[in-house]
């Protein structure tokens, strides 16, 4: 078990060392930056989680992202980080020049990039707007990950897919939680969460309504083409 972990060791310094070789450039090291900043402490998406908190038709949603937050916390920062207790791939090479404050903690998993994917995966579930631009920032920000030299390969990708668990598992526990128990909640509590729901429902209404009119129209242009077959007759 040792030896693959330390071969494990070997290919993600294999890779960090060959970017922050060959990989770096101006602009470049520019774009990663203000892109790995956004994801610091999990900015960008409690900005996202709040408008979506705002906006009636997407409460629901804004839900699930504070749920995702916290559970990641808990699993991740709170769990696995000190448990694995894996340290920062820079404190290995000390006299290398970072392009950004050092982080603080334990490198096993990625925060920014577990966040990012939770988030990112319940945008594309619920199919929010634009939910595409959220997976693309997240991306963007695992990756800035390991050109900055603030993790591993490994830690991004094993955040990577504990993110899409994580926004998984919030969404579909509160969408039970919601089916099984809503009726029990409060009718302040309630009114809130399906403010949401509201236009959803009164689209299909009139979807429904307009296709029964429609239908009642056929009917009778059936009926008065009928008697005026039987008048003629």
């Known amino acids: 078990m040792e030896s693959v972990l330390n071969y494990i060791q070997q290919v993600d310094f294999a890779i960090l060392n060959y970017i ?6 101006n602009w470049l090291d520019s774009f990663m930056i203000t892109i790995t900043t956004l994801g610091d402490s999990g900015v960008i998406w409690i900005a996202v989680g709040i408008y979506l908190l705002w906006r009636s038709e997407y409460r629901k949603t804004g839900i699930a ?3 995702a937050l916290a559970l990641g916390f808990l699993i991740c920062n709170l769990g696995i980080k000190p448990l694995v207790g894996r340290i920062r791939p820079f404190e290995w090479q000390p006299t290398l020049q970072l392009l ?6 334990y490198s096993f998993p990625s925060g920014h990039t577990w966040s990012s994917f939770a988030i990112a995966t319940i945008l594309m579930l619920d199919k929010i707007p634009r939910r595409y631009w959220g ?3 997240a991306a963007f920000i695992g990756i800035s990950r390991i050109y900055l030299y603030a ?23 509160l969408n039970y939680l919601l089916t099984v128990y809503g009726d029990k909640l409060p009718n302040c509590i309630n009114d809130y969460v399906n403010g949401g729901m509201a236009p959803a429902i009164l689209h299909q209404k ?13 009917s009778e242009i059936v009926s008065a083409s009928l008697d005026n077959y039987y008048t003629e007759k």
């Open 65 to 67: 992202i504070v749920v």
């Open 151 to 173: 993790h591993f390969p490994t830690d991004v990708l094993v955040g990577m897919i504990l993110g899409i668990l994580i926004g998984c598992i919030s969404l579909n526990v």
């Open 135 to 137: 997976l693309g920032l």
């Open 20 to 25: 922050w070789l060959h990989g770096h450039t």
């Open 100 to 105: 950004i404050t050092a982080p603080q903690g």
């Open 206 to 218: 009139f979807n429904n309504d307009e296709e029964e009119i429609e239908n009642m129209a056929k």
